[in-house]
């Protein structure tokens, strides 16, 4: 069996396909900003959330991971029913904007209920986008080139969300939640407006207004 070889670029975003690359650079901007608010949700429900404590913290870890297990299969099979691509980008785009939007809220909210609906709708809006996104990515990767790409993705995602959980910390302790909070959202934003330039690469599925995307 003939071993491949792999020169140092191949492991750098440049020798990447083009939308692979806009897909890296978008989750580490998402992903990354979601890392600068994860490992600091604990103490910011204890601090605004009257009468919250660990047990309404794991509780609403909880809600968000079960809306999202349970949501994520049914939603993924409508997905792959639906042909072309232009549907997985849509729904990309739309929810990831929908769960930037949303972290917002956690600015205004005061109760225990209000805090649970944040993380149910969170999880549900993360059950389309999880493997919409993984659908784009494992249609295009490239050939012969697959544990190398996804080696790529999780490296630099993990990377990027390592420099933003210290930076999420600088903000929180100088600036406050508030600071945090928003660029969490602007991030997402940015990150979800780095997947515009992949709408090129999209199949076109056979629902009218979808092809006119």
Not at 49 to 68: H, K, M, N
């Amino acid at each position: 069996m003939k071993i491949r070889e792999y020169k140092a670029g191949n492991f750098l975003l440049h020798k990447i396909n083009p939308l692979i690359r806009f897909l890296i650079v978008s989750d580490m901007l998402i992903v990354g900003a979601l890392g600068m608010f994860g490992p600091l949700y604990a103490l910011f429900v204890e601090e605004f959330i009257p009468g919250a404590d660990e047990f309404i913290i794991g509780l609403s870890i909880s809600v968000y991971l079960v809306s999202r297990s349970i949501l994520q299969i049914p939603l993924a099979t409508i997905i792959d029913k639906i042909k072309g691509e232009r549907d997985d980008f849509l729904f990309l785009i739309i929810f990831n904007m929908l769960a930037a939007v949303i972290h917002l809220a956690y600015l205004g909210i005061s109760t225990i209920w209000q805090l649970l609906l944040i993380q149910f709708l969170l999880g549900m809006f993360t059950a389309v986008t999880y493997p919409s996104f993984m659908a784009i990515f494992t249609r295009h990767i490239d050939k012969h080139m697959e544990g190398t790409e996804w080696g790529v993705y999780y490296t630099f995602v993990d990377l990027s969300t390592a420099v933003l959980a210290t930076l999420g910390g600088f903000l929180a302790s100088e600036l406050g939640f508030r600071a945090l909070i928003i660029s969490v959202s602007m991030l997402c934003v940015l990150g979800t407006l780095m997947l515009l330039p992949i709408k090129v690469f999209m199949k076109k599925g056979p629902i009218p207004f979808l092809n006119k995307l």
